[in-house]
């Protein structure tokens, strides 16, 4: 189809009024997006944070390959099969604590809104009518859907322009320091009755701009959730599967969620899914003589056999290849190159945590021509907010990450030379 104009197409996030026509991708394999023209790009963002292995691993695309022959999908409803029990079961045993009960959905939106319906349910069935509220975190994206709107960052969430239409809320900063401890735990000591539950993005809050708290954070806000009685649901569906240097990002504080949002890298980039995980806690609450307390949610596509297949072959590939050391020598790597910049005008900090790499600015303008010259020196790299930043495959190589440090390093002095034209 070269050359057809996407006069049918409406994208994402864009103002569609005068929109260039797009890069048109034919191909993938390794850290790299071929485009029509045949230019290569390294893939700084990994496809939106999925893409954990690279494009195309042979293992998944054989392990698909199989399950397509054999059953492509069927539904859910009534009928099971072995690619959703098998990665059902190996999800439960690599999950700490009691999170053993598996909810597949089929995408990070869809499997938050499964999470925020147990939670609230989950009262429901106690007959505690009153927690219906969630709260959640300034910085935060859960999913573009209402619910998950709703918790996400006020401004991100676009709480003011869907006002009356959103459920309403408790949003708290991160607390970072003894007296906001103290802050956030006394606000959900407060409005404890009207929460069903906390939901974190834990340590790197990442749509919303690359933010990252420690695990000590992470393990007081686990902690004032325990002694409110409110449940934790942990959003992972950004960092799950070894992106922050564990394989789970909230292992690195010791603390016991309730509900876990699984995504993105779930099936190694190669097909959407995800999975919403509960402790058997929180499932015995759904057991009972009435028929109205069971869990009513269905995705049509739910448990889909081929995506099943992709996520078992992609967790094969966390035992047979060292991912967790690839992303120990990201890490390593993204902190040299990426430290030096702090220095550069326009700049306000820089971030590094496991296999992400931030470099925060004032005022992210020039956004196209911004894009456009990481596309130019053969980098895809998408700035968005104030930050520009790459979580690239955890199989990037030294060479290819360094290529992409290069070109930020290259790009941003005459980035910032433009602003202060323009001033
Ligand atoms: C991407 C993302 C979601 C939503 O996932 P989709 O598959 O895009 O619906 C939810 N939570 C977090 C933390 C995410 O990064």
Redesign the pocket.
């Known amino acids: 189809m070269s050359g057809v104009p996407t006069a049918h197409i409406w994208l994402p996030y864009t103002q569609m009024q005068g929109h260039p026509e797009p890069l048109r991708a034919v191909r993938t394999g390794g850290s790299r997006i071929i485009l029509e023209d045949g230019r290569e790009l390294i893939d700084a963002v990994a496809s939106?944070?999925t893409a954990c292995h690279g494009y195309n691993h042979p293992h998944i695309v054989m392990a698909m390959e199989k399950q397509l022959n054999a059953m492509p999908h069927v539904m859910f409803g009534g009928l099971v099969h072995e690619p959703a029990e098998k990665l059902a079961a190996r999800l439960a045993l690599m999950l700490p604590g009691a999170l053993n009960r598996v909810f597949f959905a089929d995408?990070?939106?869809?499997?938050?809104e499964a999470a925020m319906k147990m939670a609230v349910q989950y009262r429901l069935n106690r007959g505690d009518t009153g927690r219906t509220r969630f709260l959640s975190f300034r910085d935060?994206?859960?999913?573009?859907?209402l619910a998950?709107m709703s918790v996400t960052d006020p401004d991100e969430g676009m709480h003011a322009l869907f006002k009356g239409y959103l459920p309403e809320q408790v949003i708290a900063p991160i607390p970072r320091d003894e007296q906001s401890n103290a802050t956030f735990r006394q606000l959900l000591h407060e409005r404890r009755d009207q929460v069903a539950a906390v939901i974190v993005?834990p340590i790197v809050?990442?749509?919303g701009g690359m933010k990252m708290h420690d695990a000590a954070t992470l393990k007081t806000i686990a902690a004032a959730a325990k002694e409110s009685g409110v449940l934790l649901i942990c959003?992972?569906?950004?960092?799950n599967f070894g992106r922050t240097g564990t394989l789970f990002a909230h292992s690195q504080a010791g603390i016991a969620p309730d509900i876990i949002?699984l995504?993105?890298a779930l099936t190694g980039g190669a097909i959407?899914l995800?999975a919403t995980v509960a402790t058997a806690d929180v499932f015995d609450a759904f057991l009972s003589d009435r028929a109205e307390d069971a869990l009513m949610h269905g995705p049509t596509y739910m448990g889909n056999p081929l995506a099943c297949a992709a996520a078992n072959a992609s967790l094969d590939l966390f035992d047979t290849e060292p991912r967790l050391q690839q992303v120990a020598t990201i890490e390593a790597q993204l902190q040299r190159d990426l430290a030096p910049m702090a220095t550069l005008p326009g700049v306000v900090d820089v971030r590094v945590k496991g296999a992400v790499g931030a470099v925060q600015v004032a005022d992210l303008h020039h956004l196209d021509w911004l894009k456009a010259q990481f596309v130019e020196a053969g980098i895809w790299l998408r700035p968005f907010g104030n930050v520009i930043y790459t979580m690239p495959p955890l199989t990037v190589t030294p060479a290819e990450l360094s290529e992409i440090t290069r070109a930020i390093a290259e790009i941003l002095p005459r980035w910032s030379a433009l602003e202060s034209d323009t001033r």
């Open positions: 939106w944070w995408s990070g939106s869809v499997a938050v935060g994206y859960h999913g573009d859907t998950a993005e809050q990442c749509a959003d992972e569906i950004a960092v949002c995504g993105k959407n995800a």
